[in-house]
């Protein structure tokens, strides 16, 4: 593997990338948390791939109690604006423009900002849902997120001067004294539980998506991953596939990656530099 950690100013830091997507002009590319956090929104893992803080919630524990569904909400109720108000940012609008050039034939990411589709990305196969919806679990209604954030801000004004910080895709770090007298959204047309249109942790990405995914990679000439320790296997199995299959594999990525064995170019540099200087090195070609 080529490992290059040298400023994007350096020449031969961003030849190294350029050559890559010269010879290989159909690219798949993964994204996850690291693309987003220049457009403010927190990531989930340090430089070493392990949890900032505790981990988000799982499905079961979702499903399981009340008490789990109340701790989550509320969470959300106060971190799902930062999600709502971000802004795509340089990395999310070079990936469009490479994809527009004919660059990037697929875009797969594990985020649910949706700020890829905003920055003018149209092929994009979102593996782990969007946070925008929430879904029914018994009635199968599909509501806005930001209808379901009027009805908690309602119910639970006290919250809103509750001190949190925000964490990765709308999740909070929340100290609350009065968490136990939390209301908890319901369906307004059938009264059901609500569950917000992202796969969670403990749960499985549909299967449908994974096969057009899938499907993606086996057409692509190589694997570009940006912004993501790939720590989770719905993600690192991309890797684990287009090794299998002889697909170079490059990365820009600040930390270490579970795939670093596999990767044939690694770069340690900010995503939005290295993509808007590979833009703009292919714009001017």
Excluded at 1 to 12: C, N, R, V
Excluded at 84 to 101: I, T
Excluded at 236 to 260: E, G, Q
């Amino acid at each position: 593997m080529t490992e290059l950690a040298a400023p994007l100013t350096e020449p031969a830091t961003l030849h190294a990338l350029h050559d890559f997507v010269a010879r290989y002009p159909r690219l798949f590319v993964l994204t996850g948390a690291g693309i987003s956090t220049d457009s403010g929104i927190p990531g989930y893992r340090d430089e070493n791939g392990q949890w900032k803080r505790s981990p988000p919630i799982t499905l079961q524990e979702f499903l399981g109690t009340q008490a789990s569904r109340r701790r989550y909400w509320a969470r959300s109720m106060v971190g799902w604006p930062v999600v709502a108000h971000a802004q795509p940012n340089d990395a999310h609008r070079a990936l469009a423009r490479l994809e527009a050039a004919g660059h990037v034939a697929a875009l797969v990411t594990q985020n649910v900002d949706g700020l890829h589709q905003r920055a003018g990305s149209t092929n994009v196969i979102e593996l782990h849902g969007s946070i925008g919806a929430v879904t029914c679990l018994d009635c199968g209604a599909r509501h806005t997120r930001a209808s379901i954030q009027r009805v908690l801000e309602a119910d639970n004004p006290a919250l809103l001067q509750a001190q949190a910080e925000p964490a990765a895709d709308g999740d909070a770090h929340l100290e609350w004294h009065a968490l136990d007298t939390f209301r908890v959204p319901a369906c307004t047309q059938c009264g059901g539980l609500l569950k917000p249109a992202v796969v969670f942790f403990g749960e499985n990405v549909p299967r449908e998506t994974v096969d057009e995914a899938s499907r993606a990679l086996e057409a692509a000439d190589a694997l570009l991953v940006v912004g993501s320790s790939l720590m989770v296997y719905s993600g690192y199995r991309f890797c684990v596939w287009a090794h299998k299959m002889n697909k170079p594999i490059a990365a820009i990525n600040l930390s270490r990656t579970r795939a670093d064995p596999m990767l044939s170019l690694k770069m340690s540099a900010p995503c939005a530099d290295t993509l808007t200087a590979l833009a703009a090195r292919l714009a001017a070609e």
